[in-house]
């Protein structure tokens, strides 16, 4: 069965045919007791991202099995069609959608415009081939996004030999003045504000005149099993990565294969799953939980038990179960910026204090995730202080109430964990979550009436 797709979700999150009306406030489900559920997710936003750019630059055609249809995947494959590459769907074995086909175009064409959404792997992967295309290239997102830092890649291109026009702010809107080729070569970026901006030129590198040899020079580097991520999906396509010093990595000019890949489902995403087996002490399992990955989604089984959670795997099965009472966290997890409003949103049911720091490039995602957390918490009454790289998060009877999510759909399922044990928490564009997980809230409400043992 085919549970729904990003262009057309078949579920009515409201159950009165009026899910479309603009401004609708989502009532936020409550556990009436511990939630005991199973919840198959659909692929990995980062991994289906990488695979299309890379097979839209490989050597011949290549097969994504199950990939991520959500709108960041969406506009991830128009903006690889608009400069020519053939991305077809074939019928595919994956309830959450069709895989995709990609061949690569005989020669990238700009004279295009591309509109990046909300999606930071888009504003950023897309770029460097749109230096490889040849004509010009026009990128734009949505307003919320306009002001999400670019500055990195349109100082790197530049570097690299492109031209690019933009207005001074290093942001989007801009214009790639792609001829078809890149030169490459050795060039420095800061990349603190996000590790994207590495992802971006190490995915393209291989195919740059003289590659790449590119240093990063900035107080921090957050994310890095992403970029980890990165130089895997290249190695798997024998394109390798050298990096003779921290903070330094070497491509070298050659072809990218063309491969099959089966993308693992998104385990980023699984956080508010789990989270509500933390929260209301229930048992959540996910399935097709890979035996190994570079997602760092994976790093929840280690995450959770710091509050207290029993985790079990059986298989391809990760079983969270909540404990009695919740304990607080002190963590740095820079590595794991997009786990944050989950994890805060736990902390907040915690029995003591939590500090969650070194993330204060999560400032740049798709709103102030600082601000915007201590904002709806402290809305509910709760008492979170923001911190220059981070939250301190002290528990407090929290009562319900308009829950915003600054159209992020990681705010949004943040606040869906939340009215898990608050009643009266209402959701602002529950249909945000659309960005990588169209099908956000017929899963928790599935999840929800699989069982809750009252
Ligand atoms: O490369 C990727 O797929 C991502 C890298 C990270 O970005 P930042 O380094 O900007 O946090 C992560 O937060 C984002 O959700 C996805
Ligand atoms: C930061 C995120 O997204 P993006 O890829 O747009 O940066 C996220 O998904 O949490």
Not at 190 to 211: K, N
Not at 324 to 352: C, K, N, Q, Y
Request: glycine share 12%.
């Amino acid at each position: 069965m085919l549970i729904s797709k990003y262009s057309a979700p078949d579920f009515d999150p409201y159950g009165d045919n009026r899910a479309e009306e603009p401004n609708r406030l989502w009532p936020a489900p409550v556990a009436g007791g511990p939630v005991t559920a199973s919840v198959s997710l659909p692929g990995s936003k980062s991994l289906t991202a990488r695979e299309l750019v890379l097979s839209a630059l490989a050597d011949g055609s290549s097969l994504l099995r199950a990939p991520l249809h959500s709108r960041d995947t969406a506009n991830m494959v128009e903006a690889l069609r608009a400069l020519g590459v053939s991305i077809v769907e074939k019928p595919g074995e994956s309830e959450f959608g069709a895989d995709f086909l990609i061949t690569p175009a005989e020669e990238l064409l700009g004279s295009t415009t591309i509109e990046c959404g909300q999606a930071g792997t888009v504003m950023r992967f897309v770029p460097p081939l749109a230096g490889l295309a040849l004509g010009p290239t026009m990128f734009d997102a949505d307003d919320s996004a306009r002001g999400r830092p670019m500055g990195a890649i349109i100082a790197a291109l530049r570097a690299l030999g492109v031209d690019v026009n933009d207005d001074g702010r290093g942001a989007l809107p801009f214009t790639v003045h792609g001829t078809g080729t890149v030169e490459g070569g050795a060039i420095g970026i800061d990349a603190s504000s996000s590790s994207q901006f590495v992802s971006a030129l190490l995915l393209s590198a291989s195919r740059f005149e003289e590659g790449i040899d590119l240093t990063h020079s900035g107080e921090r580097l957050p994310s890095l099993p992403h970029i980890e991520m990165t130089i895997a999906a290249l190695a798997a396509r024998d394109v390798t990565v050298e990096s003779p010093e921290i903070g330094r990595w070497v491509v070298r000019p050659g072809a990218i294969a063309a491969r099959d890949v089966d993308i693992e489902p998104d385990l980023s995403n699984a956080a508010p799953f789990l989270a509500a087996a933390v929260v209301t002490g229930g048992s959540v399992t996910i399935t097709g939980w890979p035996e190994s990955t570079t997602q760092v989604g994976a790093d929840l089984a280690d995450l959770l038990p710091l509050f207290g959670a029993t985790v079990t795997k059986d298989g391809d099965r990760l079983t969270v179960t909540g404990p009695e009472r919740i304990r607080p966290i002190t963590i740095d997890l820079s590595t794991g910026g997009e786990l944050v409003p989950a994890i805060a949103a736990i902390a907040a049911f915690a029995d003591g204090t939590s500090e969650i720091t070194g993330i204060g490039h999560i400032r740049h995602h798709e709103t102030d995730r600082l601000a915007a957390l201590a904002a709806e918490l402290n809305g509910l009454g709760g008492a979170v202080t923001e911190l220059e790289d981070g939250l301190r998060i002290e528990p407090k009877p929290l009562t319900g109430g308009v829950w915003r999510s600054y159209e992020d759909h990681r705010m949004a399922t943040a606040g869906a964990i939340v009215g898990l044990v608050v009643p009266g928490v209402e959701i602002e564009n529950i249909a945000t979550t659309a960005k990588t997980l169209p099908q956000f809230p017929q899963l928790w409400t599935r999840m929800l009436g699989e069982g809750t043992a009252a």
